[in-house]
Nanobody, 124 residues
């Protein structure tokens, strides 16, 4: 089992950058594929990015490809989401999620564990 806690959200101007962090506690963090999702008010939770358990495979939604970068540090039990060129459509609560092994996946039901989320607000 793994527990997840996101941090790094906040208010940023359009065109700016933020780095989100997700700290994991529990056993065998390196065995988990990690994903980032987001949810705007009144909308369904949507996939943003994912990275496999070894860090060698990443997967992005079309809406963030080229702007966001997911990475992980298994020695520190951390996963990161570097977000550049932010725009108002990126405003949402961002969630970290984990699934045991498996390939990076885009569906929420593929993930077993979730953090509480961190809010990102982009002002235009």
């Amino acid at each position: 089992q793994v527990q997840l806690e996101e941090s790094g959200g906040g208010l940023v101007q359009a065109g700016g950058s933020l780095r989100l962090s997700c700290a994991a506690s529990g056993h065998a963090f390196s065995n988990y594929t990690l994903g980032w999702f987001r949810q705007a008010p009144g909308k369904a939770r949507e996939f943003v990015a994912a990275i496999n358990w070894g860090g060698g495979s990443t997967f992005y939604s079309d809406s963030v490809k080229g702007r966001f970068t997911v990475s992980r540090d298994n020695a520190k039990n951390m996963v990161y989401l570097q977000m550049n060129s932010l725009n108002s459509e990126d405003t949402a609560a961002y969630y970290c999620a984990a699934r045991l092994f498996g390939t990076p996946a885009a569906r929420t039901l593929e993930y077993d564990y979730w953090g509480q989320g961190t809010q990102v607000t982009v002002s235009s």
